[in-house]
T-cell receptor
């Protein structure tokens, strides 16, 4: 297992277009998280899944954002009608349900640029 | 409103000396704290954590200290090595059991180890 994999690594899109990112977590991890990081800021929590159930969503996750984890394995994050303010690094992470002290394993992220 | 604050955007330390990174928080409901390290073009990597029932946790060259009354934690790296040059994020969670829920991150401190 090579860790958490995110695709694509970079995405440039025109304002108003839809984009979709994919995250493949570590195979035995049942929890999967999406974060967003903008320049000069720390990662900001968007949402997380336990298996296929989406358990928590941040107020940052507007109606234009939707995340799925259909079979409790990989996840997709879709942004509809992209805006320039959506430009950021989108990070995916996974963990086991063993307690927060184990931390997450993050992927390398997808950098989105909206022009 | 920043609930987790890292007031030093950068810190320069000579190789072999001690690096001390500081973090303050405002939410008294936080009961688990973590440090992450991030290299350019990679996702954050979990470093060390501490529960609110402890005041110190040590792992090799890394020690985290927690002062609950002051709502302050610090990460000590001794001795500092060139490979420690990275951005360090402090993060906090309101949940200490049952799995890692959304973390609140600080903005990060860029540690530079000088030869």
């Amino acid at each position: 297992d090579t860790g958490v994999s995110q695709n694509p690594r970079h995405k440039i899109t025109k304002r108003g277009q839809n984009v979709t990112f994919r995250c493949d977590p570590i195979s035995e991890h049942n929890r999967l998280y999406w974060y967003r990081q903008t320049l000069g800021q720390g990662p900001e929590f968007l949402t997380y899944f336990q298996n296929e159930a989406q358990l928590e969503k941040s107020r940052l996750l507007s109606d234009r954002f939707s995340a799925e984890r259909p079979k409790g394995s990989f996840s997709t994050l879709e942004i509809q009608r992209t805006e320039q303010g959506d430009s950021a690094m989108y990070l995916c992470a996974s963990s086991l349900s063993q307690g927060v002290g184990y931390g997450y394993t993050f992927g390398s992220g997808t950098r989105l640029t909206v022009v | 409103d920043q609930q987790v604050k890292q007031n030093s955007p950068s810190l320069s330390v000579q190789e072999g000396r001690i690096s001390i990174l500081n973090c303050d928080y405002t939410n008294s409901m936080f009961d688990y704290f973590l440090w992450y390290k991030k290299y350019p073009a990679e996702g954050p990597t979990f470093l060390i954590s501490i529960s609110s029932i402890k005041d110190k946790n040590e792992d090799g060259r890394f020690t985290v200290f927690l002062n609950k009354s002051a709502k302050h934690l610090s990460l000590h790296i001794v001795p500092s090595q060139p490979g420690d040059s990275a951005v360090y994020f402090c993060a906090a969670s309101e949940y200490s059991g049952g799995g890692a829920d959304g973390l609140t991150f600080g903005k990060g401190t860029h540690l530079i180890i000088q030869p």
